[in-house]
Structures are given as C-alpha cells and as structure tokens.
C-alpha cells in the first residue's frame, strides 16, 4: 500500500511538500499565538485549556523538528508517516479545544487534502477516513463526557465526508495534471524529434544555408554552406572575415529585395555561386535566410535536361532521314556500276556516295548524342587514368602518329564518368592528330596534366602543332555542325563540351603560337552530401 504514493522525487512533489511544511508551521504559530494571548478562552468556550496549551505547543515543536528532519523527504513511508502524525495531532487538538466549534475540524479537512496531493489512492484515502473517524469519534466522546458541550451531528458528518472529498478531489485533479504533464512530455519529445529530423535534412541538404543576425553574425550553417565557401566553422563568426562578395550582394539585395542577386565566385575553389536571401520577419534579431546554390550543378542539370530533350528530337529526325539517305546510296551504287556511263557521269555517282556517306557520320554523331547514357561520375584519379589511356591510343595509332605525355605533381583526383572522359579525349587526341598531319608528315599530340596554380583545379591540356584556329573562328569552334574540314561533321567538339559540362568540368580553346590547345578544367574531388 506504501508503494502507491506520488512520486516524490519530482519537482511537483518537492513543492507541494514544501507547502505543506509552510501550512503546518503557519498553524502551529497561529495555535500557540492564540493560547498566549488568552484569545482561546474567549473563542473556545468549551475546550481543556491545559490540553489545548500542551496539544498547540507539542503540535509546533513537533513540526518544526519534522521540517528539520524531513525537509526533502523522498521515501513514501516517510512522507505516509508524516501525513499521519500531523492527522492525529489535529484529531487531539479538536477534542482538546472542544469539538466542532473550535473550527479545527476544517484544518483537519485542508492537512488531509495536502497530504492526499502527496500520497494517491488507498494511502491516501486511509489518511482521509483516519481524519473522519478522528472528527466523528471524538465529537461522540466529547457529547458522553461533556454532555453540555455543543454538537451538531449533521455538521459532524458533514465534515467527515469532506475529508473524503477533498481526498478524492484533490487525487482526481493531480491525475488530470500528471496525464498533462505526460502529455507535454509527449508533445516535448515530439517536438525534439522533429527538431533533429528539421536539423538532419538542413545537413543533407545539397543548397548552402546560412542564418545571418543584424550585425552578419552566422547563427547556422549547414555542411553545405560550409563546403561551397571552403570553411570548416563559420557558426559565431561574421561573414564579412570569410566573404565580401556575399556582403555587398546581401547590401544590394536590403536596398532593393526585388533585384535578383549577381552570381559570385569563391576565392580559392573557384566555385561560382548563386546566393538569394529572405529575410525572417518573425525573427527578434532581424535574422536573414541565404541561400547559395552551386551554378555547376544547375548548369548540369539543366544540361541533362536539355541534352535528354535534344537526344529524343534528334533520334527522330535521324530515323527519318537514314532510311531514304540509305537508298540514295545504293541507288548510286548500283548506278556507278553500270557500264554505260562514261567519266563525268561516274564522278557525279562519287559526290553522292561521299557526301552519303558525310551525311552517315552526321546521322550517327545525333544517334550518339540520343543513345547516350546518364552521366555517372565517379571519384577518379587523372594520373593513372591518363597513363592507361595513352599506352592503349599508342598501341592503336599509326606509324605517323605520335603521343606525348607530361604529368606534373599534385593531387588528380576528381569527379567524372571514365566512359565519357574516354570519349572526349579520344576524340580530340584524334581532331589534333588532323591537325597536325595538315603542316608535318609526323602528327604529333602532346597530352598535358597539372594543377592550375590559382584554383587548384586538375587540367587536362591536348596540344598539336597544326597551323592552328582562325581568330574569326574561334568563337565557333562549339557550336552544333560548324567544321574547319570539308570531310568533317561539326559535332565532335560540340558533343565534348556537353559531356564535359554534364560531369562539372570545362572544356576550352587555348590559342598558341604553332598550334592550338584545348583545356578541360575539372572540377573538385569531392561528393555533395
């Protein structure tokens, strides 16, 4: 039965322990105050003024030992013990001061509610029918030994039923407070859940966020934001120490929030990024919400985008014009062979099957483009890749055709789809060897690899020493079908920069003095997380 109790070790319970410290003390003072002053002759006509004395002064000592002694108490026996002792003192001082008129029988009922918001269920109500059957028995033996004295039955049971009330009452209403509070904790616990959930997706996510105060103070970053600025801690520290370019947009973007903000570039990773702001109007701090967002990744996306849509228009377009470019050729096979056309006739029948043939390699260029497969990139180390892939263009190139390979010291590693960086280099090892065979007998091609001092980006260079590009047509060189070569198709150099584009990196024309260059700038080695 002990067991039923409160808990209380709670802050709950320490409290209401405390406040029932205070009540009986508060009593005891007032009874002792009242019997010093003569005031309980005048009040309590028919009470045992030697018992009342002795009964208050016992009553106050006895409590003021028990706040001593068990001002912190957290064993249920004890605080049962102390919900008793305090009852019987009560049941002794109402019969000492003469029943029912003395008005105790209502301290009685306020101790046995206290008591009941300690102890719960059956200990509790025990201690409530120990204060009824204290109020009812000793008024029945104040009417046989004092048969003058006054007793009004009804108001007798009246109180005995309360103490029963208030223990019931005061039980019910802790219940309700307990399932509350349990709910809250609940409710809190939720509440903590969904904050490391809010916290876990602000971490994965691939967009940089930043949390700025008043004075650009970063209040959050998520791993993003640290990673596109290049800084490992920036939470406590301002922004305007890491990055300026980002400080004078965020100026830009206060003095007129309708403008769209400039892109910015990263000192160090050469990363360009493009930052948006919202402001937190329901912030104390005037806190400001940014946003940056990697353009290599948007410009890939969209670049997925559009070589997807590109792919299905050209598939078709090929697929209708193959069938009856197929019998264009053969027709004109079939009519070179006849013997009677003379030279003339024979050389037009060549024009078609060459230019036939021209339009072949432009129909299967567009069909590479539709068959490609989705980027893939993975973390890939240059240097090793690189020497692989020169060993087997040496195995496979003619006697006139020469590589050479140059690698510098650094770290190489990236992110790109090996397949497609086999095809870009393949094809411009085979566009410079063109080139060069055009001025020298020997075609040369010289394969370069290094870190650019300034960005600290890996570089691929391919270098020939044809009679290299015209100024006027440099600015064309990636544009879809233009060519310099009358056999060649105008998509080679266009479907290398996509590919270079979907994988993050750049793809380049370098001019140079006795040839041309083509860079492609890759991009860091690391994974978004």
């Given at each position: 039965?002990?067991?039923?109790?409160?808990?209380?070790?709670?802050?709950?319970?320490?409290?209401?322990?405390?406040?029932?410290?205070?009540?009986?003390?508060?009593?005891?003072?007032?009874?002792?105050?009242?019997?010093?002053?003569?005031?309980?002759?005048?009040?309590?006509?028919?009470?045992?003024?030697?018992?009342?004395?002795?009964?208050?002064?016992?009553?106050?000592?006895?409590?003021?030992?028990?706040?001593?002694?068990?001002?912190?108490?957290?064993?249920?026996?004890?605080?049962?013990?102390?919900?008793?002792?305090?009852?019987?003192?009560?049941?002794?001082?109402?019969?000492?001061?003469?029943?029912?008129?003395?008005?105790?029988?209502?301290?009685?009922?306020?101790?046995?509610?206290?008591?009941?918001?300690?102890?719960?269920?059956?200990?509790?109500?025990?201690?409530?029918?120990?204060?009824?059957?204290?109020?009812?028995?000793?008024?029945?033996?104040?009417?046989?030994?004092?048969?003058?004295?006054?007793?009004?039955?009804?108001?007798?049971?009246?109180?005995?039923?309360?103490?029963?009330?208030?223990?019931?009452?005061?039980?019910?209403?802790?219940?309700?407070?307990?399932?509350?509070?349990?709910?809250?904790?609940?409710?809190?616990?939720?509440?903590?859940?969904?904050?490391?959930?809010?916290?876990?997706?602000?971490?994965?996510?691939?967009?940089?966020?930043?949390?700025?105060?008043?004075?650009?103070?970063?209040?959050?970053?998520?791993?993003?934001?640290?990673v596109l600025l290049g800084r490992d801690?920036?939470?406590?520290?301002?922004?305007?120490?890491?990055?300026?370019?980002?400080?004078?947009?965020?100026?830009?973007?206060?003095?007129?929030?309708?403008?769209?903000?400039?892109?910015?570039?990263?000192?160090?990773?050469?990363?360009?990024?493009?930052?948006?702001?919202?402001?937190?109007?329901?912030?104390?701090?005037?806190?400001?919400?940014?946003?940056?967002?990697?353009?290599?990744?948007?410009?890939?996306?969209?670049?997925?985008?559009?070589?997807?849509?590109?792919?299905?228009?050209?598939?078709?377009?090929?697929?209708?014009?193959?069938?009856?470019?197929?019998?264009?050729?053969?027709?004109?096979?079939?009519?070179q062979e006849s013997e009677e056309l003379?030279?003339?006739?024979?050389?037009?029948?060549?024009?078609?099957?060459?230019?036939?043939?021209?339009?072949?390699?432009?129909?299967?260029?567009?069909?590479?483009?539709?068959?490609?497969?989705?980027?893939?990139?993975?973390?890939?180390?240059?240097?090793?890749?690189?020497?692989?892939?020169?060993?087997?263009?040496?195995?496979?190139?003619?006697?006139?055709?020469?590589?050479?390979?140059?690698?510098?010291?650094?770290?190489?590693?990236?992110?790109?789809?090996?397949?497609?960086?086999?095809?870009?280099?393949?094809?411009?090892?085979?566009?410079?060897?063109?080139?060069?065979?055009?001025?020298?007998?020997?075609?040369?091609?010289?394969?370069?690899?290094?870190?650019?001092?300034?960005?600290?980006?890996?570089?691929?260079?391919?270098?020939?020493?044809?009679?290299?590009?015209?100024?006027?047509?440099?600015?064309?060189?990636?544009?879809?079908?233009?060519?310099?070569?009358?056999?060649?198709?105008?998509?080679?150099?266009?479907?290398?920069?996509?590919?270079?584009?979907?994988?993050?990196?750049?793809?380049?024309?370098?001019?140079?003095?006795?040839?041309?260059?083509?860079?492609?700038?890759?991009?860091?080695?690391?994974?978004?997380?």
């Open positions: 039965m002990i067991a039923e109790t409160s808990s209380p070790g709670s802050k709950q319970a320490q409290r209401l322990l405390r406040l029932y410290h205070l009540y009986r003390l508060s009593v005891g003072i007032t009874l002792v105050l009242l019997i010093s002053s003569n005031l309980d002759n005048q009040l309590l006509t028919f009470s045992n003024d030697d018992l009342l004395r002795s009964g208050s002064w016992l009553y106050l000592v006895l409590n003021i030992l028990l706040v001593v002694f068990f001002e912190n108490t957290h064993r249920p026996a004890q605080l049962f013990g102390l919900a008793l002792i305090d009852v019987l003192l009560l049941c002794g001082l109402f019969y000492a001061a003469g029943g029912v008129a003395s008005a105790i029988g209502n301290l009685l009922i306020v101790s046995v509610a206290i008591s009941n918001a300690l102890l719960r269920s059956r200990i509790g109500l025990l201690i409530a029918a120990v204060g009824a059957l204290g109020i009812v028995g000793l008024s029945l033996l104040l009417s046989f030994s004092h048969p003058a004295t006054p007793n009004d039955y009804l108001q007798v049971g009246t109180l005995g039923a309360l103490c029963f009330a208030a223990a019931l009452l005061v039980q019910g209403l802790i219940q309700r407070v307990e399932v509350s509070e349990t709910l809250a904790e609940q409710r809190a616990s939720e509440v903590v859940g969904l904050e490391a959930l809010n916290a876990l997706i602000l971490q994965r996510m691939r967009t940089g966020i930043l949390v700025l105060d008043d004075q650009r103070r970063v209040q959050l970053a998520n791993h993003s934001a640290q801690n920036l939470e406590g520290q301002r922004i305007d120490d890491y990055s300026p370019a980002l400080v004078e947009r965020l100026q830009l973007w206060l003095n007129n929030p309708t403008l769209r903000p400039q892109s910015l570039k990263v000192t160090g990773s050469g990363l360009e990024l493009q930052p948006s702001f919202i402001a937190l109007d329901q912030s104390p701090h005037h806190q400001t919400l940014v946003f940056l967002e990697d353009l290599a990744q948007i410009a890939q996306q969209a670049q997925q985008l559009k070589l997807a849509a590109l792919g299905r228009l050209t598939a078709g377009i090929a697929h209708e014009i193959r069938n009856p470019l197929g019998a264009i050729s053969h027709a004109a096979q079939l009519l003379n030279g003339a006739d024979r050389r037009l029948t060549q024009i078609i099957q060459d230019h036939s043939q021209r339009m072949n390699r432009v129909i299967e260029n567009v069909l590479q483009l539709s068959r490609r497969q989705q980027t893939v990139p993975q973390r890939l180390d240059l240097k090793p890749w690189l020497e692989q892939f020169v060993a087997e263009s040496r195995e496979g190139a003619l006697d006139r055709q020469q590589i050479h390979l140059h690698i510098g010291s650094g770290d190489f590693k990236t992110l790109m789809d090996p397949n497609q960086l086999t095809q870009i280099i393949d094809n411009l090892l085979r566009n410079a060897w063109r080139h060069s065979a055009q001025t020298h007998d020997q075609a040369q091609v010289w394969l370069d690899l290094f870190i650019d001092p300034d960005t600290q980006l890996p570089i691929i260079e391919v270098l020939d020493d044809g009679p290299g590009v015209a100024p006027d047509q440099q600015v064309h060189l990636f544009e879809p079908f233009f060519t310099t070569s009358a056999q060649g198709t105008g998509l080679g150099l266009y479907l290398s920069r996509e590919l270079c584009e979907s994988n993050q990196a750049r793809l380049d024309f370098k001019p140079r003095q006795g040839g041309g260059c083509f860079r492609i700038t890759f991009a860091h080695g690391r994974k978004q997380s």
